[in-house]
């Protein structure tokens, strides 16, 4: 449970501009986006797809290549592709999976094990003491192999706490680089991520990924919360594709980080709304309109006000200009479009409307039951 005085501490870091050290972005569609259903893309997609997410400036991309021969496949490519991002290696904290990793010859591996009462009864069968004897004595297999490595505790977010710490601790004593917590089912808010990080920050010298699911639609909040705690990493995939109801997408991160702490300028964010128009090409998942950044909605107007506003200035309504995320303002002409878009229609064309017609144009506009048309200005 949080403290009344947790979601005060959490509320006053979110009441200013977080001083914070550059936040890394790791893509897992390759990884946890395939593990969306329906999702599943051939060798040639997934290299082709790597390839575009490399190229909007991540600085991780995670893939599995103990799930089968073409991800193996997939993997020996990535690493020999020359990719500015660093590939990672995923598999279990065994030490089957560590060697199988390990023979990749990676610079960088990840591996996990459950954390949490619920997935140690359930899902792994074995004691708190064995989890913990089980993980250390992973991570060291694995360091003493010379790669660097990232020990994930999975499902963080329902384990109890001072055994999380523990954990924590252990790791770290055993080599780990980073450690990633995980909201697995995606049940934490905010000002819990914040309290958790922080604690978490405090008890270790490693750096920090946040691992977040959306269940309920608190991903990214989630995310920049344990940002704002300390944590230095935020995993994230194209279109959000991941188990259920997915992760951070990549470029509500991106913008998140430009926009509202200053950060991540080298990111292309003028790429994304293609690289998320590419994803849904080789997936067949169609990316939503209402989508943040990249959804077709998200520089489209149609209200009276907000029109006359923007017309004006686009700042009005926009939080970001769609020119800084490769996109054009489009101004939807419909019975909510008002008075001032067809005096703008009417100068832009010449047509030298008086305003009886406009205002005759005007209820006839409001009589149709769609939408008639847009365009860009």
């Not at 297999?141 to 523990?166: I, M, N, P, Q």
């Not at 990214?220 to 959000?240: F, M, P, Q, R, Y």
């Not at 913008?255 to 991540?264: D, E, H, I, K, N």
């Not at 990249?294 to 149609?302: D, L, P, S, T, Y």
């Amino acid at each position: 449970m949080i403290s009344l005085q947790d979601g005060e501490l959490f509320i006053n870091a979110c009441s200013k501009k977080a001083s914070m050290a550059k936040t890394l972005i790791l893509d897992t569609t390759l990884r946890e986006g395939e593990q969306a259903p329906l999702v599943h893309f051939t060798e040639a997609q997934a290299l082709q797809l790597a390839q575009r997410i490399d190229e909007s400036g991540v600085d991780f991309i995670e893939i599995s290549p103990i799930v089968g021969r073409k991800q193996s496949g997939i993997a020996r490519a990535l690493l020999a592709s020359g990719l500015d991002a660093t590939v990672v290696l995923h598999g279990r904290a065994r030490k089957e999976d560590i060697d199988t990793l390990l023979s990749f010859d990676p610079s960088f591996i990840a591996i996990y094990l459950s954390t949490s009462d619920i997935h140690l009864a359930s899902k792994l069968r074995i004691g708190r003491e064995e989890a913990q004897a089980r993980a250390v004595e992973a991570v060291e297999y694995a360091k003493s192999h010379g790669v660097r490595l990232r020990f994930t505790c999975e499902d963080a977010s329902r384990t109890e706490r001072e055994y999380l710490l523990g954990m924590v601790r252990a790791v770290t004593e055993a080599g780990a680089d980073r450690i990633s917590i995980t909201d697995t089912v995606g049940m934490m808010t905010p000002a819990a991520m914040y309290s958790l990080v922080k604690e978490v920050r405090a008890a270790t010298s490693a750096g920090i990924d946040l691992h977040c699911h959306n269940d309920l639609g608190l991903a990214l909040a989630n995310a920049l919360a344990g940002v704002e705690a300390g944590a230095d990493c935020i995993h994230a995939s194209v279109n959000g594709a991941g188990e259920r109801a997915g992760i951070p997408k990549i470029a509500e991160v991106a913008m998140s980080l430009q926009v509202l702490y200053g950060q991540r300028k080298d990111i292309s964010v003028e790429k994304l709304a293609s690289l998320s128009e590419i994803f849904s090409k080789l997936s067949g998942l169609p990316t939503d309109p209402f989508s943040p950044v990249v959804g077709e909605n998200v520089f489209r107007h149609k209200g009276g006000t907000h029109l006359a506003a923007v017309l004006r200035e686009g700042r009005a309504y926009e939080a970001f200009s769609p020119e800084s995320v490769g996109r054009k303002r489009r101004i939807v002409v419909g019975g909510y479009s008002g008075r001032n878009v067809l005096r703008y229609l009417s100068d832009s064309l010449g047509m030298k409307m008086t305003d009886a017609q406009v205002e005759k144009s005007l209820a006839r506009l409001k009589e149709k039951e769609r939408d008639l048309f847009d365009f860009s200005v």
